[in-house]
């Protein structure tokens, strides 16, 4: 069975400020993982993705995630948050079986 | 390339009422998903379609629920009768087998 735990249902945060928003998976086998963003009465995007290769992957708008196999996590991380950056985002898993299994999601406000 | 389409964007009905949503995926892509987004949680997997059969159905509820895909294209979601519990986002998405997916801007079912 998989499963997906993203730990901070909120994270408010200060303009040009770092941030980081968690997620840890359990699979019993190898993953893909995926961070989507939703923005108001809008579907999901995709953010990045981890399929293999280097585990440091980049979105074309200064997000990156780090994949972390010993510690099951996939946390998505920007130095510097913009008012833009308000949505939320959900972390999702792929274990070979073609569909997502998504976390609850974490609602990221950036603060003037 | 479009994505994937989806109408109504917007509906409200009362219980015990039926209800149906559509789906277009995109071009060429075999794979197609309804996904349940309930207010605060992370979509769920509903039923995934392999062109025109039924790859998994196990969440679904299928006293009220009921989903085709003919001809392996266009998809209709349907509930029938509709619960008070069924209020959520209904989300489609469409992929090609290279694990990106594609979302659509989803329905808002409401019910009374």
């Known amino acids: 069975a998989q499963s997906v735990t993203q730990l901070d249902s909120q994270v408010p945060v200060f303009e040009e400020a770092p941030v980081e928003l968690r997620c840890n998976y359990s699979s019993s086998v190898s993953v893909y993982l995926f961070w989507y963003v939703q923005y108001p009465n809008q579907g999901l995007q995709l953010l990045l993705k981890y399929l293999s290769g280097s585990t440091l992957v980049e979105s074309i708008n200064g997000f990156e995630a780090e994949f972390n196999k010993s510690q099951t996590s996939f946390h998505l991380r920007k130095p510097s948050v913009h008012i833009s950056d308000t949505a939320e985002y959900f972390c999702a898993v792929n274990s070979g079986a073609n569909n997502l299994f998504f976390g609850t999601g974490t609602r990221l406000t950036v603060i003037p | 390339e479009a994505g994937v389409a989806q109408s109504p964007r917007y509906k409200i009905i009362e219980k015990r009422q039926s209800v149906a949503f559509w789906c277009n995926p995109i071009?060429?892509?075999?794979?197609l998903y309804w996904y349940q987004q309930i207010l605060g949680q992370g979509p769920k997997l509903l039923i995934q379609f392999q062109n025109n059969g039924v790859v998994d159905d196990s969440q679904l509820p299928k006293d009220r629920f009921s989903a085709e895909r003919l001809k392996g294209v266009d998809s209709t979601l349907k509930i029938q009768p509709a619960k008070l519990e069924d209020s959520a986002v209904y989300l489609c998405?469409?992929?090609?087998?290279?694990?990106?997916?594609?979302f659509g801007s989803g329905t808002r079912l409401t019910v009374v």
């Open positions: 071009s060429g892509h075999a794979t």
């Open positions: 998405a469409s992929s090609f087998g290279d694990r990106e997916y594609t």
